[in-house]
Structures are given as C-alpha cells and as structure tokens.
C-alpha cells in the first residue's frame, strides 16, 4: 500500500456523513478524492448552509468519478439507511474497500451476499459502530471477555434519543423518514449496543422483539422498543426510544458473578461504576468510580480501518463479527425470524 491511501465518500444523507467525512479528510495518511451525492437537492442544500465541511469539499459529479478511479481504494458509504446497502454494493463490485456506516440494510441475505463477495474478494468491510473505541465501552468489553467480571450473566443497554416527528434538513432521520424500517428507532440505533453486546456473549439463542408507538404522529413508527437476548446462561435486554428528554440517560451495564460494571452517561464518557466482590487487577474490593477519556467519535475507528488496509494491523472485528451484528439488528427488530 502507497504511504498515503485515496479514498471518497458515496453519499451524505447519514447521520454521521459529516462527521466521518471530516475524520476522513483530517487523516494524515489519507487523500480525499471527493464526495458523491446521487441526489442534487441535497447537495445544494448542503453547500447552501454554508458549512465549510460542504463549501470547500470536491464534489463529484457521477459515480464513476470514485468508483472506475483506480487510485481510490476505499469508499464511506454515508447514504440514508434505505439507500446505502446498494451503495456499498456498487463500492465493493468497483472492488473498493468499504467503510460502512450503520445499519447494514434491511435484507440481510443481501448483506450476506455482499460480504461473501467482498470476502471473495480480499476486501475489507467495516461497519461504522461508534463504540467500538470508547474508553467505557473497551473496558467493559476486557473485563467481561477475560472473565474479570466471573461468569457474566446479564447484559442491559438503555440507548434512547430524541427525534423530531419530521426532519426538514434531512427527511429520512426524522420519525416520519425512519417510519420506513421496520423496527423503528431499534432499527436506526440499535446496531451500536448489540455491537458490544453480541462481542461480549456471542450469537444469542432467541431474540424476541417488542415494539410499540407510544407518542409519534407517524403512526408506523415503532418509538418505544425492547429487545431480548437469550443465551444458555445469560440474558441481555437492549431497550430504545425516540422520545425521551434530552439530555438522554444512556447506559451501558454488565453483570457477572464475580463483579459488574455500570456506564452512565455514555457520551461524553465520563466515569464508570465498577463493583468487586474481591479486591483484583489493581481495583479494591467494593465500588470503584473510574473516570474515562472522553474520545471523539469515529477518529479511533477509522485509524483502525487505515491500518489494517496498510497491512500494519488486523482488522479490530472480523466479517463473520460484522454479519452476526447485522443478523442480530434484524431477529431484534422481527425482520428475520427470532
């Protein structure tokens, strides 16, 4: 691999488009080649904000411009959940590696299609979960992996937001726009705890799915959600909704025989409640407040994408790790079968 790597962004209707196009251009090993947004409207209307991220950014004209361009080797996929499936499609046939932003899509033999391909390939695909760099959240995953926390038997991720009933800067992120997944604000953000959740315990056993409207307009959208992990020893419950009043009480809590591990607020990450029923690992016996960098989000990950398409590390989750996630997303959200 050349010491620095030409890559674009396909899309800008995600939720995260700005912020990964910005980490992507502030990378010191990385040349931008541009950004390719199929729907006009929206590229005005981004230049017209006047941002600087969109003013000075090098707008591509067509898909070709990134695509049949040898010299790109990597792509983001920022489109809107419902169009970036086929967008990753069409980086990975270019033979494009990919830097996918969450969820991977609602077919999911489509995206296992797509990964076979990439694997087939040599390609790498890295789905843009944005906890997987996070201070609270590596730890928890260390201790609850290496059985400093005993046997773990019960994983909670409480994960709410809130949405406006319609989004006029961008219509697909409002209640109205994600009344089109089915699943809901599950669909939309749930991929990020079952990330760490599935990394922890592995592929669950059933998953059982509970959704509800509980105050949108958009009566098809599923605002209150709850879903259940089964595991032969365990049981993990990821719970999310749209409405809940800012600022948000996210948190993250796990459960072992030996000790348990609680995170609230999640972002900014700030301290983490750790509780031992022995003194181990530098930590005392009781209660334990441990204060947490606050990282910025998606600089850690993307690093990490960069280094192992350089060949300088492994990649941090595997594609088989990537699949489980998204296969995990859909029995959650009752688009595959529990």
């Known amino acids: 691999m050349p010491e620095m790597l030409k ?3 396909y899309g800008t209707k995600h939720g995260h488009a700005q912020g990964v196009f910005e980490v992507m251009s502030a990378h010191p090993e990385v040349e931008m080649a541009g950004v390719y947004e199929p729907d006009h409207a929206r590229r005005r209307q981004l230049i017209a904000t006047g941002d600087p991220t969109w003013t000075g950014a090098n707008w591509l004209n067509d898909p070709s411009e990134l695509l049949d361009d040898p010299s790109v080797v990597a792509v ?6 419902r169009e970036s499936l086929g967008h990753t499609e069409q980086i990975i046939a270019a033979g494009k590696h990919a830097f996918y932003d969450k969820p991977a899509g ?4 489509r995206f296992e299609r797509l990964v076979e391909d990439a694997r087939s390939k040599g390609l790498r695909i890295q789905m843009g979960y944005m906890f997987r760099n996070h201070d609270g959240f590596e730890r928890i995953a260390n201790w609850a992996r290496s059985g400093f926390l005993g046997h773990v038997f019960q994983v909670r991720a409480h994960m709410s937001t809130w949405l406006p009933e319609s989004n006029p800067a961008n219509p697909v992120l409002g209640r109205e726009g994600l009344a089109h997944h089915r699943g809901g604000i599950l669909y939309d953000l749930g991929g990020h705890v079952l990330d760490q959740v599935v990394w922890i315990l592995g592929r669950p056993n059933r998953v059982t799915p509970f959704m509800q409207n509980a105050a949108s307009e958009a009566r098809d ?7 259940v992990l089964e595991y032969p020893r365990a049981i993990a419950t990821v719970d999310i909704a749209a409405m809940e009043a800012r600022p948000m009480a996210r948190r993250f809590e796990v459960y072992g025989t030996e000790g348990s591990a609680i995170m609230e607020p999640m972002e900014p990450a700030d301290t983490l409640r750790l509780t031992l029923s022995e ?3 530098g930590y005392p016996a009781g209660v334990s407040e441990i204060k947490l960098e606050a990282r910025p989000r998606y600089v850690a990950s993307f690093a990490a994408f960069v280094r192992s398409l350089k060949g300088e590390s492994e990649p941090e989750r595997s594609l088989d790790h990537e ?5 995990t997303l ?3 959200t009752g688009g595959l079968a529990g």
Not at 106 to 109: A, K, N
Not at 221 to 227: E, G, H, S, V, Y
Request: charged fraction near 25%; glycine fraction near 6%; charge should be negative.
């Open 7 to 9: 890559m674009a962004q």
């Open 76 to 81: 983001s996929s920022e489109g809107a959940n």
């Open 106 to 109: 609602d077919d999911y033999q």
């Open 221 to 227: 959208f599923m605002d209150n959600t709850l879903a």
């Open 279 to 281: 003194a181990k690992g």
């Open 323 to 327: 699949l489980l996630v998204q296969e």
């Open 330 to 332: 859909m029995r959650a």
